[in-house]
């Protein structure tokens, strides 16, 4: 089995800065895509930023220039480095990644993480 274990959140002041990690665990031959989601309560799921296997990120328009995605796949692990952040930030903090299993020759499924709270309150 696969599971993806999500660290860092916490509660910041606005205008403050928190780096969450991301990794992946399990019997794994490879991962494709590892994406960083978001839901804030009474809200739906958005997705805030995504990564490729070959590194290049893309983002959604509220965390441009904010926030940074990264990975390191020695480590199986992504990271999502954000700085001045909001109070519309606050949202529980989500990592999706498409895995490939070990002896699942090119199949790739989809994992989530159990979240990681993140709260701006001054």
């Known amino acids: 089995q696969v599971s993806l274990v999500e660290f860092g959140g916490g509660v910041v002041q606005p205008g403050g800065s928190l780096k969450l990690n991301c990794t992946a665990f399990g019997k794994i031959s490879s991962i494709n895509d590892m994406n960083w989601y978001r839901q804030a309560p009474g809200k739906q799921r958005e997705l805030v930023a995504m990564t490729t296997r070959d590194g290049s990120a893309s983002y959604a328009d509220p965390v441009k220039g904010r926030f940074t995605i990264s990975r390191d796949d020695s480590k199986k692990t992504v990271y999502l480095q954000m700085s001045s952040l909001l109070p519309e930030d606050t949202a529980r903090y989500y990592c999706?990644?498409?895995?490939?299993?070990?002896?699942?020759?090119?199949?790739?499924?989809?994992?989530w993480g159990q979240g990681t709270q993140v709260t701006i309150d001054s």
């Open positions: 999706n990644a498409a895995v490939v299993r070990l002896g699942w020759g090119r199949r790739e499924s989809t994992y």
